[in-house]
């Protein structure tokens, strides 16, 4: 798994730290000792019922069972395989609807069942969802990834709106969005401002993209994965320093990275890799 520092040193954000990734991991655990804990249970429960109808019959049940728990050990291992390698095992976009559609209820129930706060699981999903972006999403041109912002981003003191359209941005760098807007500039990706889940539906429906990334806090982006699957969507969480929704901030070189990873190798032209190496 990745350290909790880069490679300057620095700490990464909290959807990379090993605290998020081992919360999964925990919870994933947890939930394959009680499936084997309940078709135990099923299965012992009407043993004495079922061995007068048919002597043979717990032991088909048993069967059945031990296939359905199988099942969930195969998967919870491939899913784990897929988490710590970063590479691409079996049918991972099939396997990230598991996690999205699945998994993630199930492990809020047990998290919030052993004391674990909703946040931390939030941030557990966002990672391993992550995870499985970069194993799947496959490379794609600018005009196809689309950067989705939170209007949290923009200075709340600004008297020019950028929700729906972030060229109205004057660039007077009190806040991120001049430096996200020279981002969207320089590889050509389209990125959008919404003030919510039902405006940021609006604009994926509208641009088609086949790859998101996402700036916003834990809930939002829990749910904004959950929206737009089966859409690839990579989760960035924003920095709150006035607290939620007010004048956050966005580690702009992650973002860049992001970028840099889904887009074709044939599209980083000259002059935007040689802007990257300045932030690097």
Same mark, same amino acid.
């Given at each position: 798994?990745?350290?909790?520092?880069?490679?300057?040193?620095?700490?990464?954000?909290?959807?990379?730290?090993?605290?998020?990734?081992?919360?999964?991991?925990?919870?994933?655990?947890?939930?394959?000792?009680?499936?084997?804990?309940?078709?135990?249970?099923? +299965? +012992?429960?009407?043993?004495?019922?079922?061995?007068?109808?048919?002597?043979?019959?717990?032991?088909?049940?048993?069967?059945?069972? %031990?296939?359905?728990?199988?099942?969930?050990? =195969?998967? %919870?291992?491939?899913?784990?395989?897929?988490?710590?390698?970063?590479?691409?095992?079996?049918?991972?976009?099939?396997?990230? =609807?598991?996690?999205?559609?699945?998994?993630?209820?199930?492990?809020?129930?047990?998290?919030?069942?052993? =004391?674990?706060?909703?946040?931390?699981? +939030?941030?557990?999903?966002?990672?391993?969802?992550?995870?499985?972006?970069?194993?799947?999403?496959?490379?794609?041109?600018?005009? #196809?990834?689309?950067?989705?912002?939170?209007?949290?981003?923009?200075?709340?003191?600004?008297?020019?709106?950028?929700?729906?359209?972030?060229?109205?941005?004057?660039?007077?760098?009190?806040?991120?969005?001049?430096?996200?807007?020279?981002?969207?500039?320089?590889?050509?990706?389209?990125?959008?401002?919404?003030?919510?889940?039902?405006?940021?539906?609006?604009?994926?429906?509208?641009? #088609?993209?086949?790859?998101?990334? =996402?700036?916003?806090?834990?809930?939002?982006?829990?749910?904004?994965?959950?929206?737009?699957?089966?859409?690839?969507?990579?989760?960035?969480?924003?920095?709150?320093?006035?607290?939620?929704?007010?004048?956050?901030?966005?580690?702009?070189?992650?973002?860049?990275?992001?970028?840099?990873?889904?887009?074709?190798?044939?599209?980083?032209?000259?002059?935007?890799?040689? %802007?990257?190496?300045?932030?690097?």
């Amino acid at each position: 798994m990745e350290d909790d520092v880069n490679a300057k040193g620095q700490k990464k954000p909290e959807e990379f730290k090993r605290p998020a990734i081992k919360t999964f991991v925990l919870l994933l655990l947890l939930s394959c000792v009680v499936t084997i804990g309940i078709s135990f249970l099923v +299965w +012992w429960v009407p043993y004495v019922g079922l061995a007068n109808i048919q002597p043979n019959l717990p032991w088909i049940l048993a069967s059945v069972l %031990a296939c359905v728990v199988l099942y969930v050990i =195969g998967g %919870a291992l491939t899913l784990l395989l897929t988490v710590i390698t970063g590479k691409n095992f079996f049918f991972s976009k099939r396997m990230r =609807g598991m996690v999205i559609k699945v998994l993630f209820p199930i492990l809020v129930v047990l998290g919030r069942c052993i =004391g674990i706060k909703k946040e931390d699981v +939030w941030r557990s999903f966002i990672a391993v969802n992550n995870k499985l972006v970069r194993a799947e999403a496959k490379k794609v041109s600018p005009e #196809r990834l689309l950067v989705l912002l939170p209007h949290c981003l923009q200075n709340h003191n600004c008297k020019f709106r950028i929700t729906g359209n972030i060229e109205n941005c004057r660039k007077c760098g009190k806040c991120k969005i001049k430096d996200l807007l020279e981002l969207s500039h320089r590889y050509g990706v389209p990125m959008a401002v919404a003030t919510g889940g039902t405006l940021a539906r609006k604009i994926v429906k509208e641009t #088609r993209p086949e790859v998101i990334i =996402g700036v916003a806090c834990e809930r939002d982006l829990t749910s904004g994965i959950q929206d737009t699957y089966p859409i690839p969507a990579f989760g960035i969480l924003n920095i709150r320093p006035f607290g939620p929704c007010y004048d956050t901030d966005v580690d702009v070189e992650m973002l860049e990275e992001a970028i840099r990873h889904f887009l074709k190798p044939e599209t980083l032209t000259s002059d935007n890799a040689s %802007a990257h190496k300045q932030v690097v």
